[in-house]
């Protein structure tokens, strides 16, 4: 496709249940990120995959957040056992390359998690 | 580490009016700055960016000017339009203590233009 796309756009869990979080880079990006974005908090970075390495998770706020990237394409974010406070709106963005050159990030539209 | 502040919001402008938004940041080495502007109901959109100090970044008419002496990237715009009505993120990238390029990202500022 053109851009990232995200799935599902919205998703509403009940606490103590597991989701998934699709993302679907630009073709041919070789890094992708995931951040959370919510009123508390702010954009906040959550890791990072680049090509084969091994990801940079330094971002993720507990164990219970869990990141794969197969295929160096398709990323899924797993939240086991949600929380109220997971709930937020969690953006995928992929990047070319690691150059400087190639810095600039593209969005997707988010998925927008609400944990009751 | 690394951080973005700019100035909060919201923003209340009537349309045609000068826009000023305020960032400054704190960072190791010489990362790129951004503006990324979030419409209603959409994802995070690159507005502009500049990589490196005294560089000018610009687009659809807004402007920012990477100020390395005063640690600013601050966003300005001629004649706001009711379709500049948005969240507008400051953000850096590639400071030293950040090999993996993440974003950093300000608090975001809601921009409301009145016709």
């Known amino acids: 496709g053109a851009g990232v796309s995200q799935s599902p756009s919205n998703k509403v869990t009940e606490k103590g249940k597991d989701v998934e979080l699709r993302c679907d880079p630009i073709s041919g990006h070789t890094a992708l990120y995931w951040y959370r974005q919510s009123l508390g908090q702010g954009l906040e970075f959550l890791i990072y995959?680049?090509?084969?390495?091994?990801?940079?998770k330094s971002g993720l706020p507990s164990d219970r957040f869990s990141a794969e990237r197969t295929g160096g394409s398709v990323s899924t974010l797993t939240i086991q056992r949600t929380q109220q406070e997971d709930s937020a709106v969690y953006l995928c963005?992929?990047?070319?390359?690691?150059?400087?050159?190639?810095?600039?990030?593209?969005f997707g539209p988010g998925t927008r998690l609400l944990v009751l | 580490g690394d951080s973005v502040t700019q100035m909060e919001g919201p923003v209340t402008l009537s349309e045609e009016a000068f826009l000023t938004i305020n960032c400054t940041y704190t960072?190791?080495?010489?990362?790129?700055l951004f503006w990324y502007v979030q419409y209603p109901g959409e994802g995070l959109q690159l507005l502009l960016k500049a990589t490196k100090a005294d560089d000018k970044g610009s687009n659809k008419g807004f402007e920012a000017t990477y100020r390395k002496e005063t640690t600013s990237f601050h966003l300005e715009k001629g004649s706001v339009q009711v379709s500049d009505s948005a969240v507008y993120f400051c953000a850096l990238s590639g400071g030293l203590d950040n090999a993996g390029n993440m974003l950093t990202f300000g608090g975001g500022t809601r921009l409301m233009v009145k016709p």
């Open positions: 963005a992929s990047r070319r390359g690691p150059g400087r050159r190639m810095e600039t990030q593209y």
């Open positions: 995959f680049q090509g084969n390495s091994a990801p940079d």
């Open positions: 960072a190791t080495g010489y990362p790129s």
